[in-house]
Structure formats: structure tokens, C-alpha cells
């Protein structure tokens, strides 16, 4: 079974959906919802980030030393 995504205009949504219903198309919504306590800690995240207090360490670089220390290929 193959998955898509379909933009559809505001006002076309009841037709549409009635079509997808006739058609017995499998209908999966999914709104996703973040928490707030979840939002919070993102932006702590970005101003620690932007701020400078944070040191972080390119993915690269630990990936490079990460081999090396394993000797790993």
C-alpha cells in the first residue's frame, strides 16, 4: 500500500473527503501537538545556542573521533 499527502483547498474539503469515503480510501489523520513543556525546552535550547553558552561539537567531527578512538572504518 502506497502512503500520500494531499494539499486540498478549505472549501473542497467536505467533497473531497465524500469522494475518499465512496472510493474506500483508508483516511489516517494526524495532527501533531507539541506540549508546551516540550516548546519551552526548544527555546531554552535555541537561546542557550544563540547566546553562546553552549559549546557544541560538529556531528562530523564527533563521528571522525569516535572512528579513530574505535578504529573503526
Known amino acids: 500500500m502506497k502512503e500520500i499527502t494531499i494539499k486540498v483547498p478549505d472549501k473542497k474539503l467536505g467533497f473531497f473527503m465524500e469522494l475518499v469515503k465512496q472510493l474506500g480510501i483508508e483516511v489516517t489523520k494526524e495532527d501533531t ?41
Open 33 to 73: 501537538v507539541i506540549p508546551e513543556w516540550q516548546k519551552k525546552q526548544l527555546d531554552e535550547a535555541i537561546e542557550e545556542h544563540e547566546s553562546g553558552k553552549v559549546n557544541y561539537t560538529d556531528w562530523e567531527d564527533v563521528k571522525k573521533n569516535l572512528f579513530a578512538k574505535y578504529n573503526a572504518k
